[in-house]
Each structure stands twice: as structure tokens, then as C-alpha cells.
DNA sequence: TATTGTTATACTCTATAACTATA
DNA sequence: TATAGTTATAGAGTATAACAATA
């Protein structure tokens, strides 16, 4: 998917931007995803939804949102393909009967499983030229670089 | 823009996944990007553009391309755009008539350097969680990743 | 035949605003 | 009044397929 013959081509400042360098290597890891989950239809967007409801049963569509870092409207269709599945439940909640306090169906506590595992497969993959160490400071580093620029 | 009290949320696997968090990452620097340069209407992917044509004058648009990584077809709207704010220039190469050979205006020279230190003033900002040496070390990692991940 | 720029198209991701039913 | 889920919508970003002009 990447250039091919781009010895030969400056740059520029490109190489010493983290933004630039952040969204190509996002890109790569985004499509080795789509490898290793498109036939089970998971993106990365409804692995994170699976996640947070996996170890946090019982929240609201709203608190998985605000965990995600995204907008509730988005999460409609992502629970929605989630229901269809056979993955996640909606169950009206008890205390209020204005939200849902979403779960992990029985299959969807089994099939999370291997789901995971293609993900930490494809992820120790690219992982491997990583030296001893360095992915504890890579995500030592990303966080930091985070956690400053959440603003606005 | 992210999430508020998620100190009682439980990320499971996603707090060792390297996918997740430069997503993430990458849209706080994304987002800065916008704040920094969003009433010059340049969007991190039309930097792109602007830098590799500065760097590398007389290029076509499918060599553009290439170089970022993206389709021929994405560089129509790109260029357009950029010819619209009279910062790049498409003039008919003379041994292919077929193609263009993209340059920077005079105009856009001079705004180049405007919107090079915008970015770089971005950047420093949120890189100064780094110390010394690990945005060296962070883009090395970073491309290292890249480069394992051409595939496909 | 192959390639350049182009168009049309479509799909994903994401955000905003407004609606409804509850609180 | 404020909030949860929803809907409609719109804007990026990105990719594919096909076409005309040219190689």
C-alpha cells in the first residue's frame, strides 16, 4: 500500500513530525486489523466497544462513549452491528428506564476470546521489531503525549 | 475531548495494545494540527502535499502520491485546493503531456514557511512531555513499525 | 497495452444538532 | 432543566473502477 521507490524523495520536515509519522504507522496497524479481523466483521472502533464491555458489564452506551473518547450518537450504530452479531445485549437498565446497561452474550463471552487473540497475534507480529522494552516506553511515550493535549 | 473520570474503567487489553494508543495519539496531534492551522485551510493531509512538492519541485501528481502513500485520485481534490489558496502551481510537463509538474507559487514559498513554523510550534508543544532523545528513539520505533507493515 | 489525470462513487469514521422519553 | 438513546446529516479521509488523452 506504501510507496514503492521513495529513495530518492525529500522529505522534508515530514520526517521529524510524530503527527506524520503517528498517522502512517496508525495506518499500517489499522490495516493489519482489517487483515486479521474483516471475517469476522470486527474493526477496531467495535474491538474497543467489546473491550470495555467485557470488563466493564453493565455500563450505559453513554459511559462505554465517554471510556472510548467518542461521541454517544456513534455508538448507536456500533451496538447495533454488536446486537446483530450476537455479541453484546442491550438490557433496559433498573434504575432508569431512559438507558441500557449493555453486556457480553453468552457467545459473545466465548467468540471475545478468539477475537483477542487475533488481535494480540497480529499486534505481537508487528511488534517483533521492537527490541526488549520498547513497547512498555512506546506506550509509556504515547500516553504522555496524549494525556498533554487533551484541551479543548 | 476524551474522556472525563475513566479512572474506575477497566481498558483491559487495550492498555497493551499499540494499535489503540496511537490512534489515539494521533488524534490529539490531528486535532492540534486543526487548531494550528485551521484558518489557513491546510489539513495535515495538504501539508503533506506542500512539503513534498517544496522539497521536491516539478514532481507529477501520481509521484506525489506514491511518496505519501495515498491514491492518484485523492491528489485531484488535493491539488485543487492548494491551487485555489495559490500555494502550488500544475504546469504541463513538456515531455509528458499527459501529466503535471507541480511547483510552489512565489506566494506559497513564502507561506510555506508561516505554516512549516506553525507545525513545528504544535509540535514542540506536545512533544515536551518527551525527554531528551525519545523523539528520536519515538520515530525510529515508529517507522521501524511502518516498515515491518508494508505488506499487502 | 500501459499510464496520467480525472470523475463518479462509496464506505468508514466522526461530530453536531435536534428529537423523544424519561429523570 | 438536564440526560440517554436516537436520528438525520454532514464533513473529512480514503479507496475502487472506469474513462479520455497520451505514451
Redesign the pocket.
Known sequence: ?SGEDNNDIDFGVLDELIGYRL?KTQ?VFF?RFGDACADVGI????FGVLVIVKRNPGL????V?MAL?????????A??KLEQMNLVE?RP?K????????YLTEEGQTRYQSIEERVLEYERELQSVLKPGEQELLLDMLMRLTESGIQS
Open positions: 500500500m498517522r495506518l490495516n474493526s477496531p472502533g467495535l450505559t452506551q453513554t459511559a462513549a473518547g467518542n461521541d454517544r450518537s456513534a455508538m448507536v450504530a451496538v447495533d442491550r437498565s434504575s432508569d428506564r431512559r438507558s441500557y446497561a449493555l
